[in-house]
């Protein structure tokens, strides 16, 4: 074993019991951290893979085809259910060759052979044979095909000359992938989803939920690597004055700083991998993930690990040099100047880059994404010139009215605004986060095409003579009260498309009843298989399932943004009573009020909090501005989300102070 790792252990377990609790209090931090962060990546990773997962539902033709595909969707509960019909082709065309199994199934199915997804086999189980769109069934899906365990697909065998294959290349400009025309296939690769799909919208979603996360927990990351920081410094200055070398120095503050780091990072795996059954249950674009497409893998494992432990040894590193040029400065804890022009020059500069990427009203998600960078750039660069001028006015104030407590706690901001900023800067992230996402909001504004509960189906023109008259005979024989008619082509289904051939749709009036309902819909589905069929209310319902998960992505966003917040200042603030032990220790003893330091400390932290919040609210504000005036649209409720948060974050950043009033009476007394 080397020198460095020697010492680095010896320093690691001799410190007493202060500094195995801001070991303790570091590695809780860095795990809190890393569980955020690889259930976030889980998130994104989950997402990303349901493009693949469902790409054979959007066939490929091919020369080389075994079979015919179509896929055509339709609602049940007002969920989309999307049929499958699949024939193999016969004689030549198809010849001896083997068939290719769906995904989730173990042979291509034969003619009359019903596959459900699990989803929709309990929803079918639990109805009448006449209120099911598809049946009977015969076998149950997979999940390796689903985007998750509640998704509603089934696949029916079929022959080449069946109605179901017989019909035009149906496709959707709204949503695009729940249709497929007769498709010449030869396995089941399929195509990726298009730009426009819920697929990639959900991927984008994610992307710039995680970027809105991320920030705080590094932040997080950061406060922990910095943890016991001004200890770990005096002993390094002291080894450095005793004539360790400065590889030495440098050494023992990697080997440190990289075992703490490296714990918590194990610590905060093993938690991501206990709450993976519960987080995979929550729903995302209609349905739950299985565990499996959260988790990131063993590579995804070990890059989250690598980044703590490069952060953490970074920000070990960054006083060695100082403790190599001058260590006797630093044993004797000399103040350092904070240099104000190049924050402000810097400041500038990326306040400029943001408004060169937005100036143009560029919404991309790339561009997005920087702009956020740019934003966050400015607040962390400005943040410790913004304590500085605060400390600069708690000074004067505290002098006119004689407030010992509020003088202690500005000149402890003077002497270190940049500790100042850290102990705030998570909230701060996340005060930008909730400005960000207070006034934007996408979708919920009702039906729009359509009637909410007339059920529209699409007929090409050779099928419109006799639609009408299939329709009555359909639902007459399900014992169903309704009157079919001719559809205007204005309806639920305006942004359909049969390519060069022309349609028109039959509307049947919904019954009230809901099992009549259900026998209605079953009825249509299986007197016209593989048509297109939706109501007003089934439309909008599928359209605002996008708002309605960026509405609870919000929520989510916002608390957890705001719960590392209060981690990160409440650990912050604990790791600051033990550095300050000897500190406090004398004040008591020269008079002071435990009272009196413990408002110090109070204040020290919660006036920066305040004004450094309110800019970063006002940030996320400016920051969403692009985005929310040409993309989106203003939520009402988004401003009472914005002060309920907000007023939670502080109040729990507030409670974390002062969960470490007890570690300040024991210092100050020990």
């Given amino acids: 074993m080397s020198t460095s790792a020697l010492l680095a252990r010896r320093m690691l377990r001799g410190g007493g019991a202060r500094d195995l609790r801001t070991h303790g209090l570091a590695v809780l931090a860095t795990a809190v951290a890393v569980t955020v962060m690889l259930l976030t990546l889980g998130a994104v990773t989950g997402l990303a893979d349901r493009d693949g997962r469902t790409a054979w539902l959007r066939p490929a033709a091919t020369d080389d085809a075994v079979a015919v595909q179509t896929t055509s969707t339709t609602y049940v509960d007002g969920k989309p259910l999307t049929l499958v019909h699949l024939a193999a082709l016969p004689g030549e065309r198809g010849g001896d060759r083997a068939l290719p199994a769906p995904p989730g199934m173990d042979a291509f199915p034969k003619p009359g052979e019903v596959a459900v997804s ?32 509640d998704q509603l697909v089934a696949v029916v065998g079929a022959r080449p000359g069946d109605a179901a294959l017989q019909g035009p290349a149906w496709s959707s400009a709204n949503t695009p992938g729940d249709f497929a025309g007769p498709t ?47 200890r770990r410094t005096d002993r390094l200055a002291r080894l450095r004055l005793a004539g360790a070398s400065g590889r030495t120095v440098a050494g ?9 780091a490296v714990t918590g990072a194990l610590a905060g795996a093993t938690a991501y991998a206990l709450l993976l059954p519960l987080v995979s249950r929550i729903p995302v674009g209609g349905s739950a993930f299985t565990p499996g497409q959260l988790w990131v893998g063993v590579l995804g ?23 190599l040029r001058d260590p006797l400065s630093v044993a ?77 706690a500005g000149r402890r901001l003077l002497d270190d605004p ?9 909230l701060v992230m996340a005060s930008f986060v909730a400005g960000f996402l207070a006034l934007f909001s996408v979708g919920g504004g009702g039906v729009v095409w359509g009637q909410e509960r007339e059920l529209e189906i699409a ?34 289904l305006l942004f359909l498309d049969a390519g060069e051939r022309a349609w028109s749709t039959v509307v049947v009036p919904l019954p009230a009843d809901p099992a009549e309902e259900n026998r209605a819909r079953a009825a249509v589905a299986r007197a016209f298989p593989g048509a297109p069929t939706a109501s007003g209310g089934d439309v909008e319902n599928r359209a605002d399932q996008f708002a309605r ?52 400390r109070v204040l020290e932290s919660t006036s920066p909090m305040v004004v450094c919040a309110s800019l970063a609210v006002f940030a996320g504000l400016f920051a969403a501005a692009p985005i929310t005036l040409s993309g989106g649209s203003v939520s009402g409720t988004g401003a009472l989300l914005l002060v309920l948060t907000v007023a939670l974050g502080a109040a729990g950043v507030h409670l974390a102070i002062r969960a470490s009033r007890g570690l300040l009476r024991s210092a100050a007394q020990s």
């Fill in 549 to 600: 998960d960026f509405r609870a992505a919000s929520v989510v966003v916002l608390l957890v943004s705001f719960l590392v917040a209060a981690a990160s200042t409440g650990i912050v603030a604990a790791a600051a009573v033990l550095d300050r032990r000897e500190n406090y220790r004398r004040l008591w003893q020269a008079g002071v009020p435990l009272p009196t330091l413990d408002r110090a």
């Fill in 459 to 492: 007929v090409t023109a050779e099928q419109a003579p006799g639609a009408l008259a299939k329709a009555r005979s359909a639902l007459a024989d399900a014992d169903v009260e309704a009157t079919p008619v001719r559809g205007d082509d204005s309806g639920a």
């Fill in 252 to 260: 023992v503050a990697v080997v440190e700083a990289g075992a703490i």
């Fill in 118 to 149: 699990p989803a929709l086999r309990d929803l079918l189980a639990s109805r009448p044979a006449d209120q099911r769109p598809v049946g009977p069934v015969t076998a149950e899906l997979g999940t390796d095909g689903l985007i998750g365990p």
């Fill in 184 to 230: 010449e296939i030869h396995d089941f690769t399929g195509s990726p989803a298009a730009a426009e799909s819920d697929e990639r919208g959900y991927v984008q979603l994610a992307l710039v939920a995680s970027i809105l996360l991320v920030i705080p927990v590094l932040t997080l990351t950061g406060a922990a690597a910095r943890l016991g920081a001004s």
């Fill in 332 to 408: 004797q804890q000399h103040a350092q100047s904070m240099p104000l022009l190049w924050r402000v020059l810097a400041a500038g500069a990326a306040a400029l880059a943001f408004h060169q990427l937005t100036r143009n009203g560029d919404t991309s998600s790339v561009g997005v994404l920087i702009a956020f960078a740019a934003v966050f750039g400015v607040l962390a660069i400005v943040g410790p010139v913004v304590v500085t001028l605060l400390g600069r006015m708690v000074v004067r104030r505290a002098q006119r009215r004689a407030d010992s407590a509020r003088l202690i």
């Fill in 418 to 426: 940049r500790a100042g900023w850290r102990s705030v800067s998570g």
């Fill in 301 to 323: 494992l070990l890059a989250v690990t690598a980044l703590v432990a490069a952060l953490g040894i970074a920000s070990a590193l960054v006083p060695v040099r100082r403790i």
